[in-house]
């Protein structure tokens, strides 16, 4: 009888620069039992991630979580952080501490992952109140150093756009500019307008938008019904709060909103932000969510991951539409890497998340010729740097800007500077999966499709290639014996290309 109840509960902890909680699921029923949060923690000046001041309070909190999991008999936990701005070191840091002091091991998610997990839980929260999505529905992600635009089309996922705006952030350079100027919030607006203005190009002819904003308490606090996770906000309504708030003291705000004397900062800018995006969309309706990181990651545990896959997916589409890349070469590389992975997966040995990650360099490992094909794929790897994907851990996003780098003419090796310094654990991944985009990218160098099907085989020592094609292979056969070295090298095995007539 006790196993049971043991198996029946499942535990959440996530730490965020600004709380860290608790969350026990009731596995059988899937819905929240208890939850238990900490008292605000103070965000950094410089970076908002100030995990490292906050660590006495932070390993007080995690304790009493950890009696409370003991009363619920809960046997499985969960540990996740939110990097936000956090250094990669300063993380390193930090996760040798919880484990040590609470022996937690921390699961560090970007900005990222975390928004992805919270649209998937926004979107099923808009299915379960029957709430009908627009031809153009927007999402909001109101976060403390930077904030997310996303754009749904009919219900599915189309793009994202990562703004440099958080509320901490404005709240900061808010309270640098009064000891300058009397009216910080006029040059706040300029200031905003000045990072969300470069959409208008992008977002082209928006009608009668939705927007749904997440992250702002003061709004779901007071739109929102116990329980609620979605509620309308009125046009007229938050124009008529913006005003006042606009126009207000921080005193009457902390009065009117119930806010601390931390959050009260962040009250202003999140209202600006809002404004102009309801000004840049010219959004008809208003919603607010109450949904947190907490409903996404149990959305994912849930088993949505496929939500996710297909957002990485969309958004690796997007950036090679963007710069540039062919459609016929990109899905005919994407086809025979898919298929080289899958055939060599007794001798690869990698899971199914790298599969994803190979799919997903193999979309956008041309892209570096929007700025020359004279090195073209180190032009790949500083575009994908630039621009991580949705959905994607740094990681994730680091072995697929190098797969990209290796596709071509460059080897990953010791000597080459940036496989060298790459973490260890990624090196050997990203060489395998750079010899297999290396070999799929090489039959089609004429980038004509002349091959029409492949028929693999693993002989001994060889990986037989069959290619069926009713046009010669001049070029392709040159193309695959100058680049199948690296093969060779990873994978101890020779390809070898034999050209097949069309029947």
Known sequence: MVNVVKQRYGGIMFLEPDQVGLRIIDRQEKRPVTTVE???????????????????????????????????????????????????????????????????????????????????????????????????????????????????????????????????????????????????????????????????GELGDVENATLIVQGVSVLADAYLERGQFLGEVALDDFDTSYRRITDSTDQYVINHYQVDEQSVGWVLPSFL?????????????????????FEGLIAVREGQESQISQMIRTSADNIARRYGVKLAH???VTKVTLELFDTLAPIHRLDEHYRLLVEIASKVDD????????????????????NPLIGLSDQDNRVIAEVSRYHSSESPDVDEHHYRNMDDEIQLPVAKLAAILRVADSLDDSRQQKISKLELALEGNRLLIYAHASDDLVLEKWAFQRKNKLFTDVYGLQPELIAKGDN
């Open 367 to 386: 892209i570096g010729n929007f700025i020359s094909p004279q090195g073209h794929y180190r032009h790949s790897a500083y575009i994908l740097e630039a």
């Open 273 to 293: 932000i809002i404004s102009q995006t309801l000004r840049l969309l010219h959004a008809k309706q208003l919603y607010v969510t109450g949904v947190t990181p």
């Open 38 to 200: 900490s008292g605000n923690l103070n965000v950094g000046t410089s970076m908002v991630a100030n995990y490292a001041e906050n660590m006495d309070a932070i390993v007080d909190n995690l304790i009493g979580f950890q009696r409370v999991l003991k009363e619920y008999q809960v046997d499985e936990v969960e540990f996740y952080g939110a990097l936000e701005d956090l250094d990669e070191v300063t993380a390193r840091y930090v996760a040798d501490q919880l484990s040590v002091r609470c022996g937690l091991e921390v699961n560090w998610l970007s900005d990222n992952q975390l928004i992805a997990r919270t649209l998937v839980a926004i979107k099923d929260q808009l299915k379960r109140q029957g709430i009908k999505e627009g031809a153009d529905t927007f999402v909001l992600l109101v976060g403390l150093s930077t904030s997310t635009l996303a754009y749904f089309k009919k219900g599915v996922f189309e793009t994202s756009w990562n703004i440099d705006l958080g509320k901490a952030k404005i709240s900061q350079l808010a309270e640098n500019l009064r000891q300058t100027t009397a009216t910080p919030s006029d040059i706040i607006f300029d200031y905003i307008s000045s990072k969300v203005e470069y959409l208008v």
């Open 330 to 332: 990109r899905a005919f």
